[in-house]
């Protein structure tokens, strides 16, 4: 018979328990066209990350990517991929939880994204497209330095109203 140590229970955990794709859409709405003429591309990409808490130590981040793609200022093709995972994540502070969510876990799911995308834009007839790597730390990171430039402009003023 095994007991769980006092150690053990607060040990941090870290488990993917499962990587899908939530969303899919694609389209290439000036097609047969577009295979017609010079092939010039020209790549916008968003990405964003959302997390929300399941249950219990148990979390979905969903790495949303949006890729536009025109040729001679038209349209080539739009592939949206919402590619998601489950983990279970415990005993974290609140701090190094949301690192986890908003930058570990989308580093995990981006080459996920990344071969939807370039499997997709294959099967609709175009030159394969490889997403350069996503530093997700620096975003985070980003994000964070917003965050706290925001909290620090808004100030409140005698008359009660914030500015």
């Given at each position: 018979m095994t007991?769980?140590?006092?150690a053990?229970d607060?040990?941090?955990q870290?488990e993917?328990?499962?990587?899908?794709v939530?969303?899919?859409s694609?389209?290439a709405?000036?097609t047969?066209?577009t295979?017609?003429?010079?092939?010039?591309?020209?790549?916008?990409?968003n990405l964003?990350?959302k997390?929300?808490?399941?249950?219990d130590?148990?979390h979905e981040?969903v790495l949303?990517?949006t890729?536009?793609?025109t040729?001679?200022k038209k349209s080539?093709f739009?592939?949206?991929?919402h590619?998601a995972?489950?983990?279970?994540i415990?005993?974290?502070?609140?701090e190094q939880?949301?690192?986890m969510?908003?930058s570990?876990?989308?580093?995990?799911?981006?080459?996920y994204?990344r071969e939807?995308?370039s499997?997709?834009?294959?099967?609709?007839?175009?030159?394969?497209?490889?997403?350069a790597?996503?530093?997700f730390?620096?975003?985070?990171?980003?994000?964070?330095?917003?965050?706290?430039k925001?909290?620090?402009?808004?100030?409140?003023?005698?008359?009660?109203?914030?500015h």
């Open positions: 007991t769980n140590s006092p053990t607060t040990a941090p870290f993917i328990q499962r990587i899908f939530k969303d899919l694609y389209e709405p000036n047969p066209h295979f017609t003429e010079e092939w010039k591309p020209e790549v916008q990409l964003e990350t997390s929300n808490r399941i249950q130590n148990v981040v949303s990517v890729a536009t793609v040729s001679s080539a739009l592939i949206e991929v590619q995972g489950i983990f279970l415990s005993n974290l502070p609140n939880l949301h690192q969510l908003g570990f876990c989308p580093n995990i799911l981006f080459p994204v939807v995308i499997d997709i834009i294959v099967r609709g007839g175009f030159p394969q497209l490889l997403l790597p996503v530093n730390d620096a975003l985070y990171t980003q994000h964070l330095q917003e965050q706290k925001t909290t620090e402009t808004t100030t409140t003023t005698g008359d009660g109203n914030i």
